[in-house]
DNA sequence: CTGTTAGCGCGTTCAT
DNA sequence: ATGAACGCGCTAACAG
């Protein structure tokens, strides 16, 4: 027996003889019902294989339980990474994720925020393509968003991320440890703020040593596999070449490998490179990566909590800060791309 | 001059001095409105901010824009991959995307599911957890729904799926080729229909060349990376030790090198390998590795067409088969991570 | 070409 | 404890 249309409340109501208002206690648990005439609902509700219609509760209701989620890069391994948290903690309270590939272009971003409202979502998180003023409008109308990653620059609301200055001076210094002293750095759009804080520390770390930023060895712009590639091929031609690099990405260094090996100019031995974001493959990297680890998937279980944690007090009318920032710490992994001078 | 909440087509009508319909004309372009008028209506909107609430047009028109996706493991590369390409053609399209992580669990995909029809996604794009008779009732009653990757056994419907059993051959004669006859599989759940394909593809070269396949170097089952290196730890310790392996799941395939790894076995001196799924970072491995690569993105965009084309057909009244299977052909890309025996 | 109006399915009063 | 009636914001059918 094949239904033609999905079962609505009316239905389960008329099966189990009562008025829709006992149906939507009993599915809500909203007031008390005899328990047998509860019995008599939940019975005919499976029967009719019933989904509570999420549509027209959202609409009476004026929330939806969704939450979007913008990306600029689905395919750079670090954002499912993220997400597979945030989609953690979400499912669990009952929310669902409409997830947003922005392509690292801020005008499809824009336009994907502007469908996710009309979908009114009940908030969202997201990872910036570029920084831009977009978001104030947002904030200032104190629309739920929880930034991760990447955030705007000036940005004053909640946002998690890891400590990037932090890890840029940490990279740098093993580096400089290593009497490393031209060090190069492949870095993604200064815009980001992620780029621009690793590269912050990257310089701090070069000053505390007294070691020269030379303009020719600072690449900063593009974040593909192939604008590393591209960075590298440059860096590796240089008069004066660099014996250490640090990537700011982990595409860039996949493009800067390549370059390396397409110049014959071996890995630790010649140049040694540090870079950023941990998987579980890299373990197989010949050589061994070493790394700034970030904690990946807790920037998405925390942003999550984050959002529904301001979300909840929305609902229930309590005041909650709407600008808090956590910023997790990195870890420097030290494996074999990295090699001493001398 | 910040508004408490969100505008609605009232409101524009109000401002732009016409009816709610002429607005909704406008706004969908269903009908024609003088210019002047459409204008008016195009500035009333523009400067409150308006933004079509979908979840009250859904309401009303049945339809909400929205596919779900549902995965077994958001973690696994290959997945992200193909709803990168899914996501492409759907937002083209107008469509938005709600993803679902089953966790390889299809007690959790199941509400997953459950949930997605009760935000009345439009249809669903599915890769199972494991074969179940659950989609029977989905695809009798009509309900849109792809299936991608991992397909339910006697599943008939619409599906998009690599040639797995090709890949499995193709792969195997490669060793063969390679005058291997100790040769070793390790394989996910056979409850599955892309690894029990690849299996039987190794079955039938082996079959072909008349070469044996002993119990003891056929292992079946599981899914992660830990699996995988038990797996490799059993293989490689038997006192017959396989000359050559393949593994049919990129996490499996991490697991059984770092078990090689562990027990000083060197690829490809001792073990060749070949494995499943090709990424932007695997020409970075130790070896280079030879492995079966799968049209992802491709996938992706052909299961999502799928999906669009049948609901188009569905809102135009026109019969359209929904029973539509696509088989991408796999490549083998042989690198350095298999070699010939003497 | 434009305005009026009846629901879409649900949650929520307000009666009983 | 339970039911009837209303309205969320929008589209579509109809009237003008």
Redo the contacts with the bound molecule.
């Keep these: 027996m094949v239904k033609k249309?999905d079962a609505?409340?009316?239905d389960v109501a008329r099966l189990a003889g009562?008025?829709?208002?006992?149906v939507?206690?009993v599915?809500?648990g909203?007031?008390?019902?005899?328990a047998q005439?509860a019995q008599k609902v939940r019975a005919a509700a499976e029967s009719l294989d019933y989904h509570?219609?999420q549509i027209?509760?959202s609409?009476?209701?004026g929330r939806s339980n969704v939450v979007g989620v913008v990306i600029p890069d689905i395919t750079n391994a670090f954002y499912p990474e993220v997400i597979s948290g945030a989609e953690e903690v979400a499912s669990q309270a009952g929310y669902s994720l409409i997830l947003c590939n922005a392509n690292e272009d801020p005008r499809q971003e824009q336009r994907l925020l502007s469908t996710l409202f009309s979908h009114r979502v009940d908030g969202v998180l997201v990872a910036c393509s570029d920084s831009s003023t977009a978001y104030d409008s947002l904030v200032r109308r104190r629309f739920p968003i929880v930034f991760f990653d990447r955030i705007p620059q000036g940005f004053r609301g909640s946002a998690v991320s890891t400590d990037n200055f932090s890890g840029g001076l940490e990279a740098t210094r093993h580096l400089i440890g290593m009497r490393h002293t031209r060090i190069a750095i492949v870095a993604g759009r200064s815009t980001l703020s992620t780029h621009a804080d690793r590269l912050e520390g990257f310089r701090k770390a070069m000053q505390e040593a007294g070691l020269p930023v030379r303009d020719e060895s600072c690449r900063v712009g593009g974040l593909t596999i192939d604008s590393g590639y591209e960075f590298g091929l440059e860096l590796l031609r240089l008069p004066e070449q660099p014996t250490a690099v640090f990537c700011t990405n982990n595409k860039m260094l996949l493009g800067f490998l390549r370059a390396a090996r397409e110049l014959g100019v071996a890995c630790p031995e010649r140049i040694s490179v540090v870079g950023f974001d941990d998987y579980a493959w890299t373990e197989n990297f010949h050589p061994q990566l070493t790394i700034v680890a970030q904690p990946t998937r807790e920037i998405g279980r925390q942003a999550m909590t984050l959002l529904l944690t301001r979300l909840q007090a929305l609902r229930e009318g309590s005041r909650s800060h709407d600008n808090h920032v956590i910023v997790l710490q990195p870890e420097l992994r030290v494996r074999q791309s990295t090699a001493g001078l001398l």
């Design positions: 249309t609505t409340m009316r009562v008025s829709v208002a006992t939507s206690a599915i809500n909203t007031a008390t019902v005899s005439r509570a219609d027209a509760r609409l009476k209701t």
